[in-house]
């Protein structure tokens, strides 16, 4: 049974950081995809970030070159740099599908997700 917990959501001023991390179980395979989302109210879901093989990953436009993933033995890691407003949401870590051999960040190729860490920016 895969288990995904994160921590490290919290408070931080525009142009601060913040570090999520995701403790998984139950999903042992680096090929497959893992992935931190997030859910702003009243938008949907979108996907941030993406790694495969604790080496490929994927970014979103509006992070780039801002946010880092990365992947240790059984946590998943987020760290969040030069912090916006527009990025507080509620932050998901989930791992892929089976098939997904690739850093996907579409909401469909994910059937495991943890319970979310609230990251509130202010300006």
């Known amino acids: 049974q895969v288990q995904l917990v994160e921590s490290g959501g919290g408070s931080a001023q525009a142009g601060g950081s913040l570090r999520l991390s995701c403790a998984f179980s139950?999903?042992?395979?680096?090929?497959?995809?893992m992935g931190w989302f997030r859910q702003a109210p009243g938008k949907d879901r979108e996907g941030v970030a993406a790694?495969?093989?604790?080496?490929s990953t994927s970014y979103a436009d509006s992070v780039k070159g801002r946010f880092t993933i990365s992947q240790g033995a059984n946590t998943l890691y987020l760290q969040m740099n030069s912090l916006k407003p527009e990025d507080t949401a509620t932050y998901y870590c989930?791992?892929?599908?089976?098939?997904?051999?690739?850093?996907?960040?579409?909401?469909?190729?994910?059937?495991?997700w943890g319970q979310g860490t609230q990251v509130t920016v202010s300006s």
């Open positions: 790694i495969v093989s604790a080496s």
């Open positions: 989930a791992a892929g599908r089976g098939y997904v051999r690739w850093p996907s960040r579409e909401v469909a190729d994910f059937g495991y």
């Open positions: 139950g999903y042992t395979d680096s090929t497959y995809c």
